[in-house]
T-cell receptor, first 111, second 117 residues
């Protein structure tokens, strides 16, 4: 079946640096993507979303880029802070609002 | 913002018992709720989709007789793990959406950790 996956399982960055988390998806028909942040023992927290008619969307300190040609999604976090340490999941919204989650990337921020 | 709660947050039970987990949308009405299961260091796997007033739709490989879902109101869905076994130990997370549009944001609950001894 089609799936969403991630390139890097763990990303370690220095506090203050920018972080880039990548995600590859395989369902070319997907038209809506979401990034979630999950802290240990908690449920996923919505960060930012993007529709397929866009290639970039910015939020507060976060930017999502969508490259439909290569079916690639990325999350950029500016000036990474210790509070950003968590597991980040990309998710693909399938028909009927069903979400297919990628494998997750753990972001570790070094002080 | 939309808040989803779950109860209990952590439950430990003996093998063979049944456990009920509640998922509530606190400040909005949820036409659809979803139940996920997450094993340690793994991603979320969708178990079932629950629409208020109708039967839940289960994903392939999820036993509907073992994981009973009831969505009796627009603010409450319950997941009952019947005759739980140690392999059912997992983190169960629910989410909820409002209008059912194709791109509605899913709001997630805090999760319930189930440990079966």
């Amino acid at each position: 079946g089609e799936s969403v996956g991630l390139h890097l399982p763990t990303l370690s960055v220095q506090e203050g640096d920018n972080s880039i988390i990548n995600c590859a998806y395989s369902n070319s028909a997907s038209d809506y993507f979401i990034w979630y942040k999950q802290e240990s023992g908690k449920g996923p927290q919505f960060i930012i979303d993007i529709r397929s008619n866009m290639d970039k969307r910015q939020g507060q300190r976060v930017t999502v880029l969508l490259n439909k040609t290569v079916k690639h999604l990325s999350l950029q976090i500016a000036a990474t802070q210790p509070g950003d340490s968590a597991v980040y999941f990309c998710a693909e919204n399938n028909a009927g609002n069903m979400l297919t989650f990628g494998g997750g990337t753990r972001l570790m921020v070094k002080p | 913002g939309a808040v989803v709660s779950q109860h209990p947050s952590w439950v430990i039970c003996k093998s063979g018992t049944s456990v009920k987990i509640e998922c509530r949308s606190l400040d909005f009405q949820a036409t659809t709720m979803f139940w996920y299961r997450q094993f340690p260091k793994q991603s979320l796997m969708l178990m079932a989709t629950s629409n208020e007033g109708s039967k839940a739709t289960y994903e392939q490989g999820v036993e509907k007789d073992k994981f009973l879902i009831n969505h009796a109101s627009l603010t409450l869905s319950t997941l009952t793990v019947t005759s739980a076994h140690p392999e059912d130990s997992s983190f169960y997370i629910c989410s909820a959406i409002t209008s059912g549009r194709a791109t509605d944001t899913q709001y997630f609950g805090p999760g319930t950790r189930l440990t079966v001894l």
